[in-house]
């Protein structure tokens, strides 16, 4: 079983719909695996998509997070809150089963639904690092790595996959998601900000630093004093990449170069922060086979993208024609379709 996490340090790179995408193309693509999505961002984008979409997910979502007994990832988190050192092993009794509320969605999907609260939340998880034994910040930092140990439990321990889908913001539920997953898939957007974005996350999680006067992260520091693994680079994801015309195309390659380099020089001096993929595959030896194994691009199918996100149908079974979008009629081209399929086919096809 492998565990991915979906985290860049910057807001609208795509983050959530990736995830809505590649959980739903990996169970197709696997039917005899269970896959699992932990949301783990609060505004519960990639819950929506996956309980329906804008419309129907949304009033799902709002079904879920008014009942008294929260089945949410705030819900379980409020569980280990109250006993932060010892795991109640509850984390199955909180998994939705997709299919069963979209049915556009593989039968073999499950979901931790994500929840608002997680911001509220916040200060008391972190508060709970404090106190304690000695160990606090490391037991505190493995609960939702526990949550999913109580759900592979619960699923007798079979072939399976799970995607988190973490918040931009370096919260402490954010470091509770690295500190569960093995890997981490670092979508970014062709532009500056997503470039100062990628290096804070080589910073924050695998203190990269610029000069030797530059801090180091309290969590890196902490990762290697108690121990805890930090998720090995499996890939960055280029995505929604827009090329109109030549000019266009050309900048976004030179900033997508420009993120290829800065990851780049990450290898050439922390080559055990990344993951080998294929399991078994040689080793990169020069930059051209090292973008081959970890660097994808996702082009931006416009409005079929928009219109998978709304009715929370995946874009490899989403069809061409005239769709219905909160009561108004919108046409997909197959042309569009045509743009992004393909890139998420072969991007999940490298997810092992």
């Not at 565990?3 to 193309?25: D, H, P, R």
């Not at 499950?110 to 929840?115: A, Q, R, S, T």
């Not at 902490?222 to 266009?248: A, C, D, H, K, W």
Request: with cysteine; charged share 20%; aromatic share 8%.
């Amino acid at each position: 079983m492998a565990i991915y996490a979906v985290w860049n340090n910057k807001g609208g790179v795509g983050k959530s719909y990736l995830t809505f995408q590649m959980s739903c193309e990996y169970a197709r693509q696997n039917p005899n695996k269970t896959v699992l999505v932990v949301d783990m961002c609060p505004q519960a984008n990639s819950s929506t998509m996956l309980l329906g979409g804008m419309q129907d997910g949304e009033t799902k979502l709002n079904e879920i997070h008014v009942q008294s007994n929260r089945k949410t990832i705030s819900g379980y988190l409020e569980n280990r809150i109250a006993s932060p050192y010892l795991s109640p092993r509850t984390g199955a009794t909180y998994l939705t089963h997709v299919a069963s509320i979209n049915s556009q969605v593989p039968n073999n999907l499950y979901l931790i639904v994500g929840d608002e609260q997680l911001e509220t939340q916040a200060s008391k998880v972190a508060r709970a690092t404090l106190p304690g034994p000695a160990d606090a910040w490391r037991t505190v930092h493995l609960w939702v790595a526990d949550l999913i140990h109580d759900i592979k439990t619960s699923w007798n321990h079979e072939d399976s996959c799970v995607f988190i889908d973490c918040n931009p913001s370096f919260s402490i539920y954010t470091e509770l998601a690295l500190s569960a997953s093995d890997r981490l898939i670092i979508p970014f957007s062709a532009d500056g900000s997503s470039k100062r974005a990628v290096k804070a996350v080589l910073s924050l999680v695998y203190g990269v630093q610029r000069l030797s006067t530059d801090p180091r992260s309290e969590f890196a520091i902490n990762n290697e004093q108690f121990r805890l693994r930090v998720p090995e680079i499996y890939m960055y994801v280029g995505n929604r990449l827009t090329q109109m015309n030549s000019t266009s195309a050309s900048a976004f390659k030179t900033v997508v170069d420009e993120i290829g380099d800065e990851i780049w020089g990450v290898w050439q001096t922390k080559p055990n922060a990344f993951c080998i993929h294929p399991s078994g595959a040689p080793t990169p030896v020069s930059k051209k086979t090292f973008k081959a194994m970890f660097q994808h691009e996702i082009n931006d199918a416009n409005t079929a993208s928009v219109v998978s996100n709304a009715l929370g149908i995946p874009i490899s079974v989403l069809t061409s024609g005239r769709q219905t979008v909160s009561g108004k009629t919108i046409v997909v081209n197959q042309s569009q379709l045509d743009k992004q399929v393909p890139n998420i086919r072969e991007l999940v096809e490298k997810i092992e």
